[in-house]
């Protein structure tokens, strides 16, 4: 099945399935899903996409999870294959030039 960004879905862990949203896509199998850590709070994390099924069914904790979603930039989206493109400016020269003498 094919989820889109801001999907409701249900997360198969190997324990009891944990309500999350999709954040992001990554490409191939792997999808970045918001889902509620009891330690942590609200937290972004890795999943196949065999885990995850469609949930049709708001939760409690869905607006914490968006929230997230929201303030968390995507490094993906519109950039560069492998991350190029993350806004670190341009390639060059990370210092200026050393000082050079002038032969007295």
């Known amino acids: 099945m094919e989820f889109a960004e801001e999907d409701?879905?249900?997360v198969a862990t190997g324990g009891p399935?944990?309500?999350g949203i999709v954040a992001e896509m990554?490409?191939?199998p792997?999808?970045?899903v918001a889902v509620m850590d009891r330690k942590r709070g609200p937290v972004l994390r890795t999943f196949q996409?065999?885990?995850l099924t469609e949930r049709t069914d708001a939760g409690?904790?869905?607006r914490a999870l968006l929230l997230l979603i929201r303030r968390t930039p995507q490094a993906t989206r519109g950039s560069a294959p492998g991350g190029a493109g993350?806004?670190?400016g341009r390639a060059g020269p990370?210092?200026?030039a050393t000082h050079r003498p002038t032969g007295r």
Do not use: C, F, H, N
């Open 8 to 10: 409701l879905v249900k």
């Open 17 to 19: 399935e944990i309500d």
């Open 26 to 28: 990554l490409g191939g």
């Open 30 to 32: 792997k999808v970045v």
């Open 49 to 51: 996409q065999t885990a």
């Open 60 to 62: 409690p904790d869905d």
């Open 86 to 88: 993350t806004g670190q």
């Open 94 to 96: 990370t210092r200026s």
